[in-house]
Structures are given as C-alpha cells and as structure tokens.
C-alpha cells in the first residue's frame, strides 16, 4: 500500500543533481486534516479556532454560506490535492469539520485509524 505524501512533488533527481538532502515527508492523517480545515474557517469567518470544535454545525451555526462552501471546497482541493466535484459529496459531508476531514481523509487514501508514517520520498517510487 502506498502512502500519499502531500507536498512532495520535487522528482528524486533534483535532490540527486543539486546535492540536496532529501525531506521526509509527513503525510496529512485526519487530525491534522481537520485543523488544516478549522484553521481556514475561522480564519474565512472570523471565529476563533477554539470555538470550532469538530462536531460543530457549521451550516445551523451560520458560519458556512454558499460563497464560504466555494472557498472551503477550493481550499481543500488545493491544500490537499483531491478532487471534490459536486456530484460526489452532499451538504452533509461539509456540515461539521470532522465530517468534512474524513470525506478528505477518504479521498488522499487514508484509512481511519492508520498511524502517520514518515518516508523518505524516493521510497514511493
């Protein structure tokens, strides 16, 4: 099984060619997925981080609007490099943080549950 590395899109033989040491790679695990998304939220809405807790109704609670859902779904297939077209989620896979960073989780290929492991990233290859 392969672990995704996000962030890791520099080829091998760049490291090789300019004698630079290689990284090691984290791979996002779901925590750090939903404080990734927390901390985009209350930076977008103005509400302090520690008052977004995971289970939070981000739609009943008035901090999730139509313009906030296009910039949370943008931000989230950029930071994480998936693809979230619209057919593929619902409205209830952004309602909470933790329902939003396990659709994520799912989508980079991480299992519930999986320890972070950390590689150098020639090992994928």
Do not use: H, W
């Not at 890791?8 to 939903?34: H, S, V």
């Not at 981000?58 to 313009?67: C, K, M, P």
């Not at 989620?89 to 943080?97: H, K």
């Amino acid at each position: 099984m392969k672990t995704r590395f996000v962030g890791c899109d520099i080829p091998g033989a760049l490291y090789t060619e300019f004698n630079i040491a290689r990284p090691q790679f984290m791979p996002m695990d779901k925590l750090r997925i939903g404080a990734e998304i927390r901390r985009f939220v209350a930076r977008e809405s103005g509400i302090a981080e520690g008052n977004l807790p995971d289970d939070a109704d981000l739609f009943r609670d008035g901090i999730l609007d139509s313009l906030m859902v296009v910039s949370l779904v943008s931000f989230c297939e950029e930071k994480f490099r998936v693809d979230l077209s619209g057919q593929d989620f619902s409205e209830e896979d952004l309602r909470t943080i933790a329902a939003l960073s396990t659709m994520v989780a799912e989508r980079v290929g991480l299992a519930e549950g999986v320890p972070a492991q950390t590689g150098n990233v020639d090992e994928l290859r």
